[in-house]
């Protein structure tokens, strides 16, 4: 049986889960999930609790959902979306914060994290943008929206 190989490369697997940027997303949603774990067990921390761990893990969600769209807009969007996401997630880290729940250390942590995801989402999402206007919205063997810089080392 033939291995699904990433179009364009001779060894990495064509799966989300082989990108960094997935990676990185699950890290991040893990580790807000452990952080709500925890928090006080009070109605308020619930509702933030609820609201951080929903915007964390849509992150990585939606990068694997845009993985899986077969035209690059519809890839795009899902970057997109997930950006928002990183963003909300930020913004919850910081009332967290503010409220007391967390030291300055972790959310200086997590919003580094946060930031990451953010920078590392825009380049992926302008790179699409690029190769939207250079070439066809329908991938093909021949256009890859993933480099091997884009995988995890060790994971293919």
């Known amino acids: 049986m033939a291995e699904n190989l990433e179009p364009g490369t001779q060894n990495q697997?064509?799966?989300?889960?082989?990108?960094?940027?997935?990676?990185?997303?699950?890290?991040?949603?893990?580790?807000?999930?452990?952080?709500v774990?925890?928090?006080?067990?009070?109605?308020?921390?619930?509702?933030?609790?609820?609201q951080i761990v929903g915007s964390a893990g849509s992150i990585a969600a939606n990068i694997a959902e845009g993985h899986g769209r077969f035209t690059l807009p519809a890839h795009r969007?899902?970057?997109s979306i997930a950006k928002?996401?990183?963003?909300?997630?930020?913004?919850?880290?910081?009332?967290?914060?503010?409220?007391?729940?967390?030291?300055?250390?972790?959310e200086?942590?997590?919003?580094?994290?946060?930031?990451?995801?953010?920078?590392?989402?825009?380049?992926?999402?302008v790179q699409l943008e690029r190769m939207e206007k250079s070439k066809s919205s329908r991938l093909s063997e021949d256009v890859t929206p993933y480099t091997p810089s884009d995988y995890a080392a060790g994971r293919f």
């Open 13 to 35: 697997a064509y799966s989300y889960r082989n990108l960094l940027l997935w990676q990185k997303a699950q890290a991040l949603a893990l580790e807000v999930i452990r952080l």
């Open 37 to 50: 774990a925890s928090l006080p067990r009070d109605q308020t921390t619930q509702v933030i609790g609820w």
């Open 77 to 79: 969007n899902h970057l």
């Open 84 to 106: 928002g996401s990183a963003c909300e997630t930020d913004g919850w880290v910081d009332l967290l914060h503010r409220a007391g729940f967390i030291d300055a250390a972790s």
């Open 108 to 125: 200086r942590s997590l919003h580094d994290s946060c930031d990451q995801l953010i920078r590392m989402l825009t380049a992926k999402i």
